[in-house]
């Protein structure tokens, strides 16, 4: 996966996601967030397992489709040293992604995707 995005942008997707996020947890896989890049889409999920949340990132470009699951507090907090209108590039490399902007490069390490437990999609046609 490799994807180039607005720091704001992705940092206020990745508030959003974590809402469901506990704050301690005695399973790691609780402090994660899941980023599927698609063709033409990039979405957050998180789950608390017994809530989850699906956040769609606006404003991204996806170079390479791929998934990704890294702590979200990680993640976070490289998108927040950023300045808030850089342009960040995301790209996995195995289950770690780096991060990149500016002169700036960090490496957060993440745990299989398929590992995440699945989260659905809300069918707005039951509205």
């Known amino acids: 996966m490799k994807i180039e ?4 942008s992705f940092l206020d997707s990745l508030s ?11 399973k790691p896989i609780r402090s994660m967030v899941k980023i599927e890049a698609r ?24 170079r390479e ?4 699951l890294v702590p ?18 995301l ?3 195995g289950t770690s992604a780096r991060v990149a902007y500016g002169r700036s490069r960090f490496r957060v ?4 995707p398929g590992e995440f437990p699945e989260v659905p999609s809300l069918d707005t046609e039951d509205f």
């Open 39 to 62: 063709e033409d889409r990039v979405e957050l999920i998180a789950t608390d397992l017994e809530a989850g949340i699906r956040e769609s990132v606006p404003g991204v470009t996806v």
């Open 65 to 68: 489709p791929g998934d990704l």
């Open 72 to 89: 979200l507090a990680q993640i976070s907090g490289m998108f927040k040293e950023a300045q808030p209108d850089s342009t960040v590039t």
């Open 5 to 8: 995005t607005i720091a704001k």
């Open 16 to 26: 959003l996601a974590g809402a469901v996020i506990p704050a301690h947890s005695a």
């Open 91 to 93: 790209a996995t490399d």
């Open 109 to 112: 390490y993440g745990a299989d």
